[in-house]
């Protein structure tokens, strides 16, 4: 692919990291420029057929660190400018010079290859570099503090260097090497050394002014000795009197100088040396000829501190922690862990940091002496004589006490293990050591894994969402306090952290509509929620529009009906009735069945079964419910009795209560307020204490509501049918089932309470069997408890016909529901109102 033996592009995408064209029928090299402004770092372009002359190299716009060349047909010399980079141009037909920036790196038998195979003149000699400035700077990038090495020939790979900072990014070929890890001034003093060239320097990237040993002076030229001094000369700057001294030569401990010019005043004459931006003001006698003049202006440091900080104004040293003494020489020691012995006594093994200097070495554990057996720098053992309990540990060596109280504990032979692992389901207790062997998916307080069960296996349990428009959102959950690598994605975007703790994430997202997949991903572990995340809409619909304006008015923020004066029901199409509940009575089953009969109709209400689902919506776990509960509590007139039962083999509890309202309130559930009226029925479910299987996974709370006929009633006489009104960006939702005129309304607003957060729950119509309907409400993962709030109410029909003797009657008829959800506690409002009208001109007026 090839424009008569060019490069086919004028222009190339960002992004792109490495570009490749071999083996190909290039002829000619492409215009560097296509690669200005780019993301590439390396280009290849071997094994080719281009020719002709390498033009100047400018890598001033373009991020390339390598250019590979290799058999080609390239002729001429290589430019200078080619330092920049590292070239690779073997198997070429080039001549000439190779620049000294490569040559001072041929000790390196491996990158002497990559000029082979051509006919420089210079290809067995090896250069000198004789061009270092080095500076080793410290600066900060968006994650946290790095090292950058810059300076001229400092090679081509980060490999080539030693030292004790890990260099790691070749940034600019031969002028910028990066390390990443993180790092703390603290004025240390750096060697490095180079491989390649066996040359070495010393370094420092934290700011310290120029300190002044002594200042030589000889015929004109002067030498200043002492610290911090740079091997870049244009750095540096020394004024004498109102004289420059120009240098000439400069390393980290030594620069020279040329005063061309004496100042008029050439006793005790005053003087500037800066470096960078940093100097040091001193006073220097010039009349004295020997070559002998010295000046001193610091204090010294005995034994240079054993390489460690001196401080140059008192003569004191700042010794590190581990070190301590005037010299830094006598080990500061302490003791980093113990490993005990049983209660019986013997060896015990201290690791910590002891130094090789061991002075009246004496160890006490309680009140007996711990006798030495063995010692190092780094680990000492000794024996023990019985005990139990803790014990205060004293370490005793070179004047210094090191103690720690309670540091030392006997063992028990038998060792028990936090909270016993809690249960079997979560791990099983490792008697000879105490430590918990997780099982996958328990490991501690929340989900852990990993080997030492630290790492959080995280988990989303409620999710407060934004509207269509994008913006904030909230996660609520269990992350841990480790945050490696942490990305959140919802749908195909990602949303951008904001704030993060160990039980709840911000984070900020852009326009979409319906429902997104959600996947939280840290420390090498993802999470992922189906249709988790749904779009909210800013207007709210209401069930049917609520019929015309004659009926009612539509509340666009949260989608419930505001009935006009006569007229009832949730989408406002009821007549209202003056709350006469007819022949309509309601029965608590010990079964913990509802039982609502009126006339010919029965309506029933079950709590089925609870199961456990995963990520695909597969039942892992099924828990038959029905004909399990027992009454714990029960009013007078049995108006709310409440039931309890225990999972089999488990410590879940689930508590159902249900109540009859005996008069109309106002409710209010997770922000949205809601009326009951009086002879409504309050169905609640509480869930406790559930293990899961997987934290991906959820509950499932199955209820079934179904609708029969006592006796035949010919002139109402309809077959069972359903309809739904469900939308994933709307508070509420409604289903509706049409029985003999009847017409059964179930409205389902979309949130839960999980662990104490609103979050978005969707409902879904899980099964339709002829007269027996099943809701689905489904809610996230929750780690203690879900709150679900649907209600029901009951509108007839226009066409109904109370009886065949012209009596009329209206019913509201309850609807069954089955809530998803973990550690739950569901509430139902099944609202019945019959409708009963007492003069049939006024009844036929109204339909």
């Known amino acids: ?163 004790n900072i890990q260099f790691n990014l070749m940034l600019k070929a031969n002028s910028i090497i990066i390390a990443y890890d993180s790092y703390t001034p603290n004025r240390i ?42 091997y870049d000369i244009t750095e540096i700057t020394i004024t004498i009197g109102d004289k420059s001294c120009d240098v000439t030569d400069s390393t980290f401990y030594q620069i020279t100088c040329t005063l061309t010019t004496y100042p008029n005043q050439l006793n005790n004459v005053s003087g500037t040396l800066k470096v960078d931006q940093l100097q040091t003001t001193f006073n220097l006698n010039l009349d004295n000829n020997d070559g002998n003049e010295v000046f001193n202006n610091y204090s010294s440091c005995p034994d240079n501190c054993n390489g460690y900080i001196c401080n140059y104004n008192t003569g004191i040293c700042e010794c590190p922690k581990d070190w301590t003494g005037e010299n830094c020489y006598t080990p500061n020691h302490y003791v980093s862990s113990i490993t005990p012995t049983y209660e019986d006594g013997g060896f015990v093994t201290m690791n910590g940091w002891f130094g090789d200097i061991h002075q009246d070495l004496n160890i006490t554990i309680g009140n007996q002496g711990c006798k030495i057996d063995t010692i190092s720098s780094n680990t000492i053992t000794c024996n023990i004589g019985p005990g139990t309990g803790k014990k205060d540990v004293i370490v005793n060596q070179n ?69 269509e428009d994008g913006g904030l959102v909230t996660m609520n959950g269990w992350f841990g306090d480790i945050h490696q690598d942490l990305n959140i994605t919802i749908g195909n975007q990602e949303c951008k952290i904001d704030t993060i703790s ?74 209202s009735n003056n709350n006469n509940n007819g022949n309509t009575n309601s029965t608590v089953n010990p079964d913990g069945s509802t039982t609502i009969n009126n006339d010919q109709t029965t309506y029933n209400i079950l709590i089925t079964s609870l199961l456990e689902l995963d990520i695909n919506s597969d039942t892992v776990k099924q828990y038959p419910l029905q004909n399990n509960w027992n009454i714990t509590s029960n009013d007078k007139n049995g108006s709310n009795v409440t039931f309890t039962q225990i999972l089999n083999e488990t410590e879940c509890q689930i508590v159902l209560s249900i109540q009859e309202i005996e008069n109309d309130i106002q409710y209010s559930f997770a922000g949205l307020e809601f009326k009951l009226d009086k002879g409504s029925i309050k169905v609640s479910v509480s869930i406790h204490n559930y293990n899961y299987q997987s934290p991906l996974n959820t509950l499932q709370l199955q209820m079934i509501s179904n609708v029969s006929d006592t006796t035949s009633n010919d002139c109402n006489s309809k077959s069972a049918s359903t309809s739904t009104s469900i939308l994933d960006n709307q508070t509420l939702n409604y289903i509706s089932i049409n029985k003999d005129n009847k017409i059964l309304y179930g409205r389902f607003i979309n949130r839960a309470i999980s662990d104490g957060h609103t979050t978005l729950i969707t409902t879904s119509l899980i099964s339709n069997q002829n007269e027996s309907v099943t809701i689905g409400i489904n809610i996230p993962h929750c780690r203690t408890s879900c709150y679900i709030d ?58």
């Open 790 to 847: 649907p209600d029901f109410s009951v509108i007839i029909s226009p066409d109904f016909k109370s009886n065949c003797n012209n009596k009329s009657k209206k019913y509201v008829i309850p609807v069954a529901v089955v809530v998803s959800c973990i550690g739950v506690a569901a509430i139902v409002m099944i609202t019945y109102f019959i409708y009963k009208r007492k003069q049939n001109k006024i009844f036929e007026k109204k339909i």
């Open 502 to 575: 160990s039980n709840t994430i911000t984070c900020n997202i852009g326009a979409g509509t319906g429902k997104k997949d959600v996947i939280v991903y840290q420390n090498g572990i993802t999470w992922k929620s189906f249709n988790f995340f749904v779009y909210q809409s800013k207007q709210q619909t209401c069930l049917n529009n609520c019929i015309d304006t004659n009926h009612g008015i539509c509340n666009t923020s949260n989608g419930i009906c505001e009935c006009k004066s006569g007229w009832t029901g949730f989408d406002c199409n009821s007549p």
């Open 189 to 230: 003093i750096h060697e490095i050394s180079f491989k390649s060239t066996g040359q070495k320097f010393t370094l420092t990237p934290d700011p310290y002014p120029p300190l002044l040993s002594n200042i030589t002076s000889n015929n004109h030229i002067l030498v200043f000795k002492g610290l911090y001094y740079s």
């Open 1 to 163: 692919f090839h424009i008569n033996g060019e490069f086919p592009f004028s222009k190339l995408p960002n992004g792109l990291l490495q570009f490749t064209y071999y083996s190909g029928q290039l002829k000619k090299l492409p215009n560097y420029k296509i690669f200005d402004n780019t993301d590439i770092y390396q280009l290849f372009l071997y094994y080719n057929q281009i020719g002709g002359d390498l033009p100047k190299w400018d890598g001033s716009k373009n991020n390339i660190t390598t250019l590979d060349l290799t058999s080609n047909s390239i002729t001429g010399t290589i430019d200078e400018s080619y330092c920049s980079v590292y070239l690779i141009i073997n198997r070429n037909l080039m001549t000439g010079k190779i620049p000294e920036c490569f040559t001072c790196h041929f000790s390196d038998i491996n990158f002497k290859l990559n000029f082979g195979q051509n006919s420089f003149d210079n290809y067995d000699t090896i250069g000198t570099c004789s061009k270092n400035e080095f500076n080793v700077s410290n600066s900060f990038t968006l994650f946290m503090d790095v090292l950058s090495l810059i300076g001229q020939n400092i090679g081509y790979s980060q490999n080539d260097i030693e030292s």
């Open 399 to 467: 004047g210094i006490t090191w103690k720690s109280f309670n540091f030392f504990i006997y063992q028990s032979k038998q060792q028990t293990c936090l909270n016993n692992c809690i249960d079997t389901n979560h791990g099983t207790c490792n008697t000879s050591n105490g430590i918990c062997e997780c099982k996958s998916g328990w490991t501690g307080f929340d989900y852990w894994t990993g080997e030492n069960c630290l790492t959080p296996n995280h988990y989303v349990s409620s999710i407060t969402p934004t509207y």
